[in-house]
């Protein structure tokens, strides 16, 4: 079987993550089109266009906990045709951060776009969406994502702290909210659509998250587990 890991030339992230999967037994290549029996392309960026909607391909992407530690983490799931992922399950303990209680109040609200401020959230630009939020909980602040806002602002952890309830689109953001014990609204696609709603007049939600946290802990590995092998072990036969 051949594995291949399709590698940006000129991404030190995507190079890192390569030397993992090398390490494993997947050969390294830059060449967007190599045949092989599977891919893995570190999305949505670079090799995304050419490889969604195809079969065997796994997708790497940021981890929704752990991003900043010490031993490097990703996300990691089988990229399907309508650009979710499908991912590892098993039933062993794995490490998972501690959640906060549900924050009761509803009284204000932040809105995390995915990348820009020209980006879309519910076919509605993030002005109106923000307009919308304020009609219904009061306040509304937009904090952008880094890579659409060069403004120094407090960290993400921060900022969604001072609020009561989170709108995301599919960014990890809308997680770090959940594990604040904010309440969110997301898209539908989102892996946290599980425990959020996903329409902004919809009842907000406070469900259990321990099986849901359980379950989404087999959809990240450090770069350590993918080196080992661990990863792959648990993904190839989740197809």
Same mark, same amino acid.
């Given at each position: ?13 995507? /190079? ?6 090398? &390490?494993?037994? !997947?050969?390294?290549? *830059?060449?967007?089109?190599? #045949? %092989? ?88 630009? /993030? ?6 939020? &304020?009609?219904? !909980?009061?306040?509304? *602040?937009?904090?952008?994502? #880094? %890579? ?92």
């Amino acid at each position: 079987m051949t594995k291949l890991f399709i590698c940006h030339p000129h991404s030190p992230n995507q /190079i890192e993550i390569s030397k993992a999967f090398k &390490a494993c037994g !997947f050969e390294v290549t *830059t060449d967007l089109h190599k #045949p %092989a029996d599977i891919h893995v392309i570190s999305g949505p960026n670079y090799a995304y266009e050419a490889y969604v909607g195809k079969p065997n391909v796994l997708m790497v992407n940021r981890a929704w906990w752990g991003d900043g530690d010490k031993d490097k983490k990703v996300s990691l799931g089988w990229l399907q045709a309508n650009g979710t992922r499908k991912f590892a399950t098993g039933d062993a303990p794995r490490p998972k951060p501690k959640m906060e209680p549900w924050k009761t109040r509803e009284d204000s609200c932040i809105v995390l776009p995915d990348y820009s401020a020209n980006m879309k959230m519910n076919g509605k630009s /993030i002005d109106g969406v923000r307009q919308d939020a &304020a009609e219904r !909980f009061g306040k509304a *602040t937009v904090r952008l994502h #880094p %890579a659409g806002d060069r403004v120094k602002r407090p960290t993400l952890r921060d900022a969604i702290s001072k609020h009561d309830v989170a709108i995301g689109g599919m960014g990890t953001s809308v997680f770090e909210a959940i594990i604040l014990g904010v309440p969110v609204i997301c898209a539908p696609l989102n892996v946290c659509a599980a425990v959020a709603v996903t329409d902004i007049n919809a009842p907000l939600v406070r469900p259990d998250r321990t099986r849901w946290l359980h379950d989404l802990s087999y959809a990240q590995f450090s770069l350590a587990e993918i080196a080992n092998g661990t990863a792959w072990d648990l993904l190839k036969d989740a197809r």
